[in-house]
């Protein structure tokens, strides 16, 4: 019994002298120690300036042919050779293909004779294309013509006579008879020489005919190209529209767009393009020369389209993000990147008030690798720290020399 109350006397004694050492380290102790430090940090302040953004809008397409064709022939023939093949380049003007032209030579010379043919009824040279042709001047109307002044004159005589006397009524009637004659006689003239007019023009047009059929003979390039597909080998008949090989523009390229039906508004000619294609460093510049009048229904995008300078190494089809600058200098509030704090995906800055640093939730929109875009909680002309490391909100700072603000780019 003795034994049990000693112990309990001993652990009391404990206790109370762990209580005595506990608060005398209370009273030791700074009052208010759990509220975080207190002691000033130096820190470097700059002010958040306005400049000069350029405002893009990313969107993506592919890289088309400028121009393609699929190239026929206008006469139907046996194809006799053909000058190139896949991957070809060529320049406007340039032999593609050749049918067999024997046939269509033999039209030129029979078109030719017929030619010929209708000048001669026309008394003029077998080389006379001059095509100019007066009928009064023709062999047939001059012919006509005397025989219908004979008859004129003759007329006229025998009516003098009879109203004297001396010819019988039935003599002047078949003057009159004769002189109808001849003027019909006249007219019939006229009217075979403009037929033979007629005629001639038509073999004229006949000739010409057969002439650009035997050019059409001949497949030539339209625009300066590149052989995407040969359709056709030598040896082959071909019917006229007979398909023989597709070509493409290569340089420039059509870069064609799609921009969202929220960015539309935003675009129009004349605005610059930078695009990049994956798997190359390079980027390429041009500006929007066509946009399409209306919004695409099935995709609710709008087509826009640019031409691109070809090195060689673009090739239609090809996939490309670009960028379509919408304003060149937008007027806008920013701060340098490394007074920029991000914890957690929340973006945050330090300022100075009453002494403390006190932290600003803000948004950025355009990064750069020196300054950052602020769109809110923040005043141009506010300091911002820099370099804030570890520094919590309500520590005491103390400022430094003030940084000298990036300028502002245009």
Same mark, same amino acid.
């Given at each position: 019994?003795?034994?049990?109350?000693?112990?309990?006397?001993?652990?009391?004694?404990?206790?109370?002298?762990?209580?005595?050492?506990?608060?005398? %380290?209370?009273?030791?102790?700074?009052? !208010?120690?759990?509220? !975080?430090?207190?002691?000033?940090? #130096?820190?470097?302040?700059?002010?958040?300036?306005?400049?000069?953004?350029?405002?893009?809008?990313?969107?993506?397409?592919?890289?088309?042919? /400028?121009?393609?064709?699929?190239?026929?022939?206008?006469?139907?023939?046996?194809?006799?050779?053909?000058?190139?093949?896949?991957?070809?380049?060529?320049?406007?003007?340039?032999?593609?293909?050749?049918?067999?032209?024997?046939?269509?030579?033999? /039209?030129?010379?029979?078109?030719?004779?017929?030619?010929?043919?209708? %000048?001669?009824?026309?008394?003029?040279?077998?080389?006379?294309?001059?095509?100019?042709?007066?009928?009064?001047?023709?062999?047939?109307?001059?012919?006509?013509?005397?025989?219908?002044?004979?008859?004129?004159?003759?007329?006229?005589?025998?009516?003098?006579?009879?109203?004297?006397?001396?010819?019988?009524?039935?003599?002047?009637?078949?003057? *009159?008879?004769?002189?109808?004659?001849?003027?019909? %006689?006249?007219?019939?003239?006229?009217?075979?020489?403009?037929?033979?007019? =007629?005629?001639?023009?038509?073999?004229?047009?006949?000739?010409?005919?057969?002439?650009?059929?035997?050019?059409?003979?001949?497949?030539?390039?339209?625009?300066? =190209?590149?052989?995407?597909? %040969?359709?056709?080998?030598?040896?082959?008949?071909?019917?006229? !529209?007979?398909?023989?090989?597709?070509?493409?523009?290569?340089?420039?390229?059509?870069?064609?767009?799609?921009?969202?039906?929220?960015?539309?508004?935003?675009?129009?000619?004349?605005?610059?393009?930078?695009?990049?294609?994956?798997?190359?460093?390079?980027?390429?510049?041009?500006?929007?020369?066509?946009?399409?009048?209306?919004?695409?229904?099935?995709?609710?995008?709008?087509?826009?389209? #640019?031409?691109?300078?070809?090195?060689?190494?673009?090739?239609?089809?090809?996939?490309?993000?670009?960028?379509?600058?919408?304003?060149?200098?937008?007027?806008?509030?920013?701060?340098?990147?490394?007074?920029?704090?991000?914890?957690?995906?929340?973006?945050?800055?330090?300022?100075?008030?009453?002494?403390?640093?006190?932290?600003?939730?803000?948004?950025?929109?355009?990064?750069?690798?020196?300054?950052?875009?602020?769109? *809110?909680?923040?005043?141009?002309?506010?300091?911002?720290?820099?370099?804030?490391?570890?520094?919590?909100?309500?520590?005491?700072?103390?400022?430094?020399?003030?940084?000298?603000?990036?300028?502002?780019? #245009?």
């Amino acid at each position: 019994m003795a034994r049990t109350f000693g112990n309990v006397l001993s652990t009391g004694l404990l206790a109370g002298a762990l209580l005595a050492t506990s608060a005398c %380290r209370d009273h030791s102790s700074p009052k !208010g120690s759990s509220g !975080g430090p207190k002691e000033a940090r #130096s820190a470097s302040v700059t002010p958040a300036i306005s400049r000069n953004v350029e405002r893009t809008i990313t969107v993506f397409g592919s890289f088309m042919a /400028r121009e393609q064709a699929t190239l026929s022939t206008k006469v139907a023939g046996r194809l006799s050779s053909v000058s190139v093949d896949l991957g070809s380049a060529v320049s406007a003007g340039d032999e593609l293909a050749r049918i067999e032209p024997h046939d269509y030579e033999l /039209r030129v010379r029979q078109a030719l004779a017929a030619l010929s043919q209708a %000048r001669a009824r026309l008394g003029l040279a077998p080389d006379d294309d001059s095509g100019k042709v007066d009928p009064e001047q023709t062999s047939l109307v001059r012919q006509a013509q005397a025989v219908l002044r004979e008859a004129s004159a003759n007329r006229d005589r025998i009516a003098r006579l009879q109203t004297q006397g001396v010819i019988s009524q039935a003599e002047l009637d078949s003057a *009159e008879a004769a002189f109808t004659i001849a003027d019909n %006689r006249y007219q019939v003239a006229l009217e075979e020489i403009r037929q033979s007019i =007629a005629m001639l023009e038509q073999r004229q047009v006949e000739h010409d005919i057969a002439e650009q059929q035997l050019t059409d003979t001949v497949l030539r390039a339209p625009f300066e =190209a590149s052989v995407q597909e %040969r359709r056709s080998s030598p040896g082959e008949y071909l019917r006229a !529209g007979d398909p023989v090989m597709t070509l493409v523009q290569m340089n420039p390229l059509r870069l064609r767009l799609e921009v969202s039906e929220r960015d539309a508004p935003l675009v129009s000619a004349g605005l610059s393009v930078r695009a990049w294609v994956e798997g190359m460093d390079e980027k390429r510049v041009g500006n929007i020369l066509r946009v399409s009048p209306a919004i695409d229904p099935q995709r609710r995008v709008l087509f826009v389209e #640019s031409d691109i300078a070809n090195d060689g190494r673009l090739h239609p089809g090809m996939f490309a993000r670009a960028e379509i600058v919408v304003k060149n200098a937008d007027p806008t509030l920013t701060v340098p990147t490394n007074a920029i704090v991000t914890f957690a995906g929340i973006e945050k800055v330090f300022v100075i008030a009453d002494g403390k640093a006190a932290e600003r939730v803000i948004t950025t929109g355009v990064r750069q690798e020196d300054w950052a875009e602020v769109l *809110e909680n923040l005043k141009v002309g506010e300091s911002v720290i820099v370099n804030p490391g570890k520094l919590q909100n309500g520590q005491p700072v103390e400022t430094a020399r003030p940084e000298k603000p990036a300028q502002p780019t #245009s």
